[in-house]
């Protein structure tokens, strides 16, 4: 019998083993593809660009991610984003527009009729209801800032985040919204208070997010079992049996379950341990298109991290809708050839859940229309690379966390769960939860 079995070899589960392994614990990790890191995978193109098929960036926030980056040894090779990163924009109202940065782009942006500004502006004055409520996202930030502040700022950010709709995930989506309107009293007024809190700026590694998972999976060696996908667990005298496909079961004592959300809903009712929340947990498609031009193939400079699109404001003519680009080459040194630049196109999301289905012609076709329209392509694109997901972001309801900690409370002795279900998609969200359940198995 092992000591700790970690299934799923994402990040979560990544993070886990690494600890675990790290305090000379007997851990093994199975997970049921042909390499590890889950949605984080690297490819260096036959062209010479770095494409990254899944996550490309990884922001301050809890810091688990860059502390599990020292950890492993790979301070060297974080990559900070390039100054110009700090531009962002956004398609409404039929143009691209800037971002605002600051309280006083905010007077000036177009984004706001000067009704909305002042919406927005007045948020300190709303008082916040006596008791927290199960509400979604859009609810509850159009309660404190008006619904024009909502479709031109939140829905591009929930749709740059979560390929999601703002009216249908949760406040648990973003739990830092609700705490700032009930311990602080407001979201101005929150965020005043809890400055300097969050980590800031955006990195990588210097060879993409790869390299992350490939240095756990080595320091892990034959620790690591591939192609090894668990169908059912049993539980036996002194721990868990994990039943695999086509393959001998393992009997560990604790078991550490980091797989996607339906997967870990299904592994745990063979425990008789029903978990709804994460059996019908939605989740959101993504595909992303990447597409590496010439310098001088595009007639707009990309001088920002992307561009977001407001489900309010469709692409002119017939253009397939987008959710936005992220301008890679420009965010990050080292990611195209000399003399050329890298796009990532994303598509899909809850509204354009059909996405999966196309055809790689059909996609790219997509990708480059977009492209078009919004920069102005000059000649045909000298790489393209498209890649689905098809159950990319969970889309967590109104209640979600709730329904985490009650299931969390009745899970059998010996067995701990981690994952974009838990408490955050962000990989540093998901490296947090992966070391979380490292600590309390
Ligand atoms: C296109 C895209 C872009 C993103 N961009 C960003 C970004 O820029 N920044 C950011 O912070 N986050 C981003 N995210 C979110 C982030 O990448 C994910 O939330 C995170 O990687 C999820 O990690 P995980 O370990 O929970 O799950 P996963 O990565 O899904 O890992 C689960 C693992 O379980 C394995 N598995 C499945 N079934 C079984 C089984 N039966 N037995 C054993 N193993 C099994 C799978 O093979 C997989 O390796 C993005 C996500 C996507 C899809």
């Given at each position: 019998?092992?000591?700790?079995?970690?299934?799923?070899?994402?990040?979560?589960?990544?993070?886990?083993?690494?600890?675990?392994?790290?305090?000379?614990?007997?851990?093994?990790?199975?997970?049921?593809?042909?390499?590890?890191?889950?949605?984080?995978?690297?490819v260096?193109t036959?062209?010479?660009f770095?494409v990254?098929r899944?996550?490309?960036?990884?922001?301050?926030?809890?810091?688990?991610?860059?502390?599990?980056?020292?950890?492993?040894?790979?301070?060297?090779?974080?990559?900070?984003?390039?100054?110009?990163?700090?531009?962002?924009?956004?398609?409404?109202?039929?143009?691209?527009?800037?971002?605002?940065?600051?309280?006083?782009?905010?007077?000036?942006?177009?984004?706001?009729?000067?009704?909305?500004?002042?919406?927005?502006?007045?948020?300190?004055?709303?008082?916040?209801?006596?008791?927290?409520?199960?509400?979604?996202?859009?609810?509850?930030?159009?309660?404190?800032?008006?619904?024009?502040?909502?479709?031109?700022?939140?829905?591009?950010?929930?749709?740059?985040?979560?390929?999601?709709?703002?009216?249908?995930?949760?406040?648990?989506?973003?739990?830092?919204?609700?705490?700032?309107?009930?311990?602080?009293?407001?979201?101005?007024?929150?965020?005043?208070?809890?400055?300097?809190?969050?980590?800031?700026?955006?990195?990588?590694?210097?060879?993409?997010?790869?390299?992350?998972?490939?240095?756990?999976?080595?320091?892990?060696?034959?620790?690591?079992?591939?192609?090894?996908?668990?169908?059912?667990?049993?539980?036996?005298?002194?721990?868990?049996?994990?039943?695999?496909?086509?393959?001998?079961?393992?009997?560990?004592?604790?078991?550490?379950?980091?797989?996607?959300?339906?997967?870990?809903?299904?592994?745990?009712?063979?425990?008789?341990?029903?978990?709804?929340?994460?059996?019908?947990?939605?989740?959101?498609?993504?595909?992303k298109v990447e597409l590496g031009?010439?310098?001088?193939?595009?007639?707009?400079?990309?001088?920002?991290?992307?561009?977001?699109?407001?489900?309010?404001?469709?692409?002119?003519?017939?253009?397939?809708?987008?959710?936005?680009?992220?301008?890679?080459?420009?965010?990050?040194?080292?990611?195209?050839?000399?003399?050329?630049?890298?796009?990532?196109?994303?598509?899909?999301?809850?509204?354009?859940?059909?996405?999966?289905?196309?055809?790689?012609?059909?996609?790219v076709?997509?990708?480059?229309?977009?492209?078009?329209?919004?920069?102005?392509?000059?000649?045909?694109?000298?790489m393209r690379r498209v890649t689905?997901?098809?159950?990319?972001?969970?889309?967590?309801?109104?209640?979600?966390?709730?329904?985490?900690?009650?299931?969390?409370?009745?899970?059998?002795?010996?067995?701990?769960?981690?994952?974009?279900?838990?408490?955050?998609?962000?990989?540093?969200?998901?490296?947090?939860?992966?070391?979380?359940?490292?600590?309390?198995?």
């Amino acid at each position: 019998m092992i000591e700790i079995a970690v299934i799923g070899g994402g990040m979560a589960g990544l993070a886990a083993a690494w600890r675990l392994h790290r305090r000379r614990r007997d851990v093994h990790l199975f997970d049921a593809g042909a390499r590890v890191g889950g949605f984080v995978d690297t490819v260096r193109t036959d062209e010479g660009f770095l494409v990254e098929r899944g996550p490309g960036s990884i922001r301050g926030g809890r810091l688990a991610m860059k502390s599990l980056i020292r950890e492993v040894g790979l301070e060297d090779a974080l990559l900070l984003a390039e100054p110009a990163a700090k531009n962002r924009y956004i398609w409404a109202g039929g143009e691209i527009q800037r971002l605002p940065s600051g309280p006083k782009d905010l007077l000036t942006t177009k984004l706001l009729s000067p009704g909305g500004k002042l919406r927005l502006l007045s948020e300190p004055l709303r008082r916040a209801p006596r008791e927290r409520r199960d509400e979604t996202l859009g609810a509850l930030l159009e309660r404190r800032i008006g619904p024009e502040a909502v479709a031109s700022f939140v829905d591009p950010f929930v749709t740059g985040v979560y390929a999601g709709d703002p009216y249908r995930l949760g406040v648990d989506a973003m739990p830092l919204v609700g705490e700032l309107e009930h311990d602080h009293g407001g979201l101005f007024r929150g965020l005043g208070k809890k400055r300097g809190a969050f980590g800031s700026g955006i990195y990588s590694l210097t060879d993409g997010l790869g390299m992350l998972p490939g240095a756990i999976g080595r320091a892990l060696g034959e620790r690591v079992h591939l192609g090894a996908s668990a169908v059912a667990l049993e539980r036996i005298d002194g721990g868990t049996r994990v039943v695999l496909r086509d393959a001998d079961p393992i009997d560990a004592r604790r078991v550490i379950l980091a797989a996607p959300a339906p997967v870990t809903g299904a592994l745990l009712a063979t425990l008789g341990v029903p978990a709804q929340c994460l059996t019908h947990l939605p989740h959101a498609p993504i595909v992303k298109v990447e597409l590496g031009l010439r310098d001088a193939d595009l007639a707009r400079p990309l001088d920002g991290f992307g561009l977001l699109t407001a489900s309010s404001s469709p692409l002119p003519g017939d253009a397939l809708p987008i959710m936005g680009v992220i301008f890679a080459s420009t965010v990050f040194s080292g990611r195209a050839p000399a003399g050329h630049r890298s796009l990532s196109v994303m598509l899909g999301g809850v509204r354009d859940t059909g996405v999966v289905e196309r055809d790689d012609a059909a996609l790219v076709a997509q990708a480059e229309r977009a492209i078009d329209l919004l920069f102005g392509l000059r000649a045909a694109p000298v790489m393209r690379r498209v890649t689905r997901w098809p159950a990319a972001i969970p889309q967590y309801p109104p209640g979600h966390l709730r329904a985490i900690a009650s299931l969390g409370a009745r899970l059998p002795a010996g067995v701990r769960l981690a994952g974009n279900h838990q408490a955050g998609v962000s990989l540093d969200d998901v490296v947090a939860s992966g070391l979380a359940a490292a600590d309390a198995i």
